[in-house]
């Protein structure tokens, strides 16, 4: 376990790695993001309260997921990299942010899309929307830090602090609904208890969660893979890797 | 594990566990105020202030609502299954809005303890059915709350 460990931290070895993966998440998240659309969007039956326009739960709900589970990730990634120095976590925690972001704003949109025709409002003040929008402003931190700082090791180290400390806000997001009094609704899909969807509602769900999942990997690891090429070039194999046109060699 | 890294291991535990209690000690101070509205059982027992703009939300009573013919003016009571409260509203509902549906409004309370709503807001639950199982569920006597164990309002 511990060999794989130490390989995954070679920024080669998941260069090469990641590009053998990377065609299979990508047509993935292709079949999975179409089928899981189509079904969603065209045979999955109304909702008898809110009619088609829950049907934006499809988007919203695989978005908010990713927005969480990406800053999870980096959390995790930052811990790694000031633990053990590892320079792959940092440059996976640098290249998901903007990631992470775009899905926060895009649960934060479909949210208030979807909120205006059911609820009568855009937006509303209450713990679940409000946590939701602390998380993007996170994911602007770190970007913002990243930025900031000149020098890349002090800047994953500031990342990574950052990473962890809005760790916090995670669960605080995932209960809001059930400590406090919102206007959002409690969780639909629980890992305890049975979702509280019909089954013909749920398939297309669950297959739009995996397709999202599948598309965050791959665009992962195509922005990873960048980040590679970028802080190692001055190293013998990125340099071969260009003489050979990009092809592993 | 090497010292030195069991010591950095230490210190990210440190942040995360640290911040989590901080965090975790200052929400539990601010509890009330996170709260987006208030049930009728609280402003019964007189914890909301009275002539302030605050929210109160709950399920419409069924057989409550009452439309005035000529303007927008609608009264419904609203309650959290204890206590009952009394709200007047003009202007538009939501399209969710009805009887035995979760609402959330925002107004001020008068002296006669009636809730003077400016803006309602429909409140759904996380139940998603098609209609034909919906009506099922009624025909059969089960509400559509049999799928989630909480009253959902």
């Known amino acids: 376990m511990w060999s794989f460990f130490h390989k995954l931290g070679s920024p080669r070895w998941f260069y090469d790695i990641g590009g053998k993966w990377l065609p299979w998440f990508a047509l993935a998240a292709g079949i999975l993001l179409v089928t899981g659309a189509v079904w969603g969007l065209l045979y999955a039956p109304a909702d008898y309260l809110q009619g088609n326009s829950y049907r934006i739960i499809f988007v919203h709900v695989p978005a908010a997921f990713l927005a969480q589970s990406i800053f999870m990730m980096m959390a995790v990634s930052g811990a790694v990299g000031l633990i053990w120095k590892m320079k792959l976590a940092d440059m996976f925690l640098k290249a998901v942010a903007p990631v992470g972001a775009s899905f926060t704003f895009l649960a934060l949109f479909t949210g208030a899309v979807w909120g205006k025709p059911t609820w009568g409002t855009w937006w509303v003040w209450d713990a679940r929307l409000t946590s939701m929008l602390i998380l993007l402003f996170l994911y602007f931190g770190v970007m913002a830090l990243q930025a900031a700082i000149e020098d890349a090791n002090v800047a994953a180290k500031a990342c990574a602090v950052l990473a962890l400390v809005g760790l916090v806000n995670i669960p605080i997001i995932k209960y809001s609904v059930d400590w406090w009094n919102t206007l959002h609704q409690p969780a639909s899909l629980k890992l305890t208890e049975k979702p509280t969807m019909h089954p013909d509602m749920l398939i297309p769900l669950l297959i739009m969660i995996v397709g999202f999942y599948c598309f965050f990997a791959a665009i992962s690891i195509m922005r990873t893979r960048n980040e590679i090429l970028e802080r190692e070039k001055r190293t013998a194999w990125v340099k071969a890797l260009v003489q050979t046109g990009g092809r592993n060699a | ?153």
């Open chain 2, 1 to 153: 594990m090497n010292p030195k890294r069991k010591q950095r291991l230490i210190i990210v535990l440190f942040i995360v566990f640290g911040c989590a209690t901080a965090i975790g000690l200052v929400l539990v101070a601010l509890n009330e105020n996170i709260n987006l509205f208030y049930s009728p059982t609280q402003i019964a027992a007189g914890e909301a202030p009275v002539d302030a703009r605050i929210r109160a939300g709950g399920m419409v009573v069924e057989g409550s609502v009452k439309r005035n013919s000529k303007t927008l003016q609608v009264d419904f009571q609203i309650t959290d299954f204890a206590e009952k409260v009394t709200m007047s509203y003009v202007g538009i509902l939501p399209d969710l809005f009805a009887e035995g549906q979760g609402i959330v409004a925002l107004g001020r309370l008068n002296a006669d303890g009636v809730f003077v709503a400016d803006e309602v807001l429909a409140k759904h639950d996380e139940n998603y059915m098609p209609p034909e199982v919906a009506e099922a569920l009624e025909k059969s006597g089960k509400t559509k709350d049999s799928m989630s164990p909480a009253p959902a309002y």
